[in-house]
Protein backbone atom coordinates (compact mmCIF):
# COMPACT_ATOMS: atom_id res chain seq x y z
CA UNK A 1 0.00 0.00 0.00
CA UNK A 2 1.28 3.44 -1.21
CA UNK A 3 1.09 6.42 1.53
CA UNK A 4 -1.39 9.60 0.70
CA UNK A 5 0.99 12.06 -1.17
CA UNK A 6 -0.15 14.29 2.06
CA UNK A 7 1.24 12.00 4.27
CA UNK A 8 4.04 11.23 2.26
CA UNK A 9 4.88 15.46 1.98
CA UNK A 10 4.12 16.13 5.67
CA UNK A 11 6.85 13.30 6.39
CA UNK A 12 9.55 15.09 3.86
CA UNK A 13 8.77 18.36 5.63
CA UNK A 14 8.91 16.65 9.42
CA UNK A 15 12.49 15.39 8.23
CA UNK A 16 13.29 18.63 6.71
CA UNK A 17 13.01 20.46 10.40
CA UNK A 18 14.37 18.06 12.24
CA UNK A 19 17.79 17.85 9.94
CA UNK A 20 17.84 21.51 10.40
CA UNK A 21 17.14 21.20 13.77
CA UNK A 22 20.12 19.16 14.28
CA UNK A 23 22.41 21.31 12.09
CA UNK A 24 21.84 23.92 14.27
CA UNK A 25 22.68 22.28 17.33
CA UNK A 26 25.88 21.27 16.08
CA UNK A 27 27.01 24.69 14.52
CA UNK A 28 25.79 26.04 17.87
CA UNK A 29 27.98 23.05 20.32
CA UNK A 30 30.92 24.26 17.66
CA UNK A 31 30.82 27.88 17.72
CA UNK A 32 31.02 27.25 22.03
CA UNK A 33 33.85 24.43 21.01
CA UNK A 34 36.27 27.20 19.54
CA UNK A 35 35.40 29.99 22.01
CA UNK A 36 36.84 27.56 24.25
CA UNK A 37 39.85 25.89 22.28
CA UNK A 38 42.10 29.34 22.05
CA UNK A 39 45.31 27.24 20.57
CA UNK A 40 42.90 25.71 18.08
CA UNK A 41 44.63 21.68 19.20
CA UNK A 42 41.31 20.38 19.16
CA UNK A 43 41.19 20.49 23.32
CA UNK A 44 39.85 22.12 25.99
CA UNK A 45 42.35 22.40 28.93
CA UNK A 46 42.14 24.42 32.04
CA UNK A 47 43.80 27.44 31.38
CA UNK A 48 41.56 27.85 27.98
CA UNK A 49 38.25 26.82 30.53
CA UNK A 50 39.40 29.61 33.07
CA UNK A 51 39.54 32.05 30.95
CA UNK A 52 35.75 31.86 29.62
CA UNK A 53 34.53 30.62 32.82
CA UNK A 54 36.88 31.94 35.73
CA UNK A 55 37.93 29.97 38.64
CA UNK A 56 34.89 27.87 38.83
CA UNK A 57 36.25 25.49 36.02
CA UNK A 58 35.43 21.91 38.25
CA UNK A 59 31.87 21.04 37.39
CA UNK A 60 32.59 21.84 33.89
CA UNK A 61 35.57 19.23 33.76
CA UNK A 62 33.36 17.13 36.00
CA UNK A 63 30.62 16.43 33.17
CA UNK A 64 32.78 17.03 29.87
CA UNK A 65 36.03 15.24 30.32
CA UNK A 66 34.42 11.99 29.80
CA UNK A 67 37.85 10.39 30.03
CA UNK A 68 39.68 12.19 32.82
CA UNK A 69 42.85 13.05 31.40
CA UNK A 70 42.49 17.07 32.78
CA UNK A 71 41.32 17.88 29.31
CA UNK A 72 38.11 18.25 26.75
CA UNK A 73 38.09 17.09 23.73
CA UNK A 74 36.29 17.84 20.91
CA UNK A 75 33.99 14.56 21.05
CA UNK A 76 33.73 15.15 24.58
CA UNK A 77 32.52 18.16 23.79
CA UNK A 78 30.44 17.98 21.43
CA UNK A 79 28.66 14.81 22.96
CA UNK A 80 27.61 16.50 26.30
CA UNK A 81 24.61 18.82 26.92
CA UNK A 82 25.54 22.00 27.90
CA UNK A 83 22.96 23.44 29.74
CA UNK A 84 25.72 26.09 31.06
CA UNK A 85 26.13 28.10 28.17
Known sequence: MIAPRSTVLLLIAFVATVSASVRGKIEHDEHHFSNF???KDGYIDQEEAKAVLGENIEDFFSVEDKDGDGR??????????????
Open 37 to 39: DKN
Open 72 to 85: VSHAEFLGAKHTEL
